[in-house]
Structure formats: C-alpha cells, structure tokens
C-alpha cells in the first residue's frame, strides 16, 4: 500500500506563497486520484483540492480558487499544492490524501500522509 509524506509547510507572512509536496512510497503515485485536506484548530478537517490520475482535471474548493494549483509529477511519484496569497486563514495543518478506487479524493480516502503544518501571519 501506498505511503504519503507531506513536506513544504512552514511559518508565512500574509500575501507569501509556499508550495506544499507530497512524495508517495510503496505505491505508483500515476495509479491514484490524489488530494489535499486541511484542519485548522478546533475545527473540521476540509477538502482544499484534488487531482485525478492522469493530472488533467483538478478540482478546488471555493475559499482558495484563483490562489492555489495543484499538479502532480507522476514520474516523481509526487503531487504540490503551490499555495500563493495566503491569508491567516489559510493557517492549518494539510493533509495529502490519496485512493486508488476512485476518481477524486474524498474525506475517507484511505491513505493520509502525517500532515505539515502552515502558518500564516498578519
């Protein structure tokens, strides 16, 4: 089975970009529908973004359309999430998630990574 390792998190300021990636073992990354999820304190983990095998169709959530790009190199084994205007709300711990049975990633998709934490500062 596949294992992810998030790397790339780190402490911002407001308006900074950073580029999150997500580098799979055990499994050909090329094989599996892949995503990001985030959890900030106290709250809810949610979907932020999702690609599917072949890399040509990606899907956002509302709250960083326009400012986030998820691609994956699959000769790499490897999926990013350039983060790019963050705001302190962008703040949370992100999570790669990635299944093999389905076209996107969903919240119970069975392989999650440790997760990176992102810090966003006014």
């Known amino acids: 089975q596949v294992q992810l390792v998030e790397s790339g998190g780190g402490l911002v300021q407001a308006g900074d970009s950073l580029r999150l990636s997500c580098a799979a073992s055990g499994g050909i990354l090329s094989s599996y529908a892949v995503g990001w999820f985030r959890q900030a304190a106290g709250k809810k983990r949610e979907f932020v973004a999702t690609?599917?095998?072949?890399?040509?169709?990606?899907y956002y959530a509302d709250s960083v359309k326009g400012r986030f790009t998820i691609s994956r190199d699959n000769a790499k084994n490897t999926v990013y999430l350039q983060m790019t205007s963050l705001k302190t709300d962008d703040t949370a711990v992100y999570y790669c998630?990635?299944?093999?049975?389905?076209?996107?990633?969903?919240?119970?998709?069975?392989?999650w990574g440790q997760g990176t934490q992102v810090t966003v500062s006014s």
């Open positions: 690609i599917v095998r072949s890399g040509d169709v990606t």
């Open positions: 998630a990635a299944a093999a049975d389905r076209v996107v990633v969903t919240t119970d998709s069975p392989y």
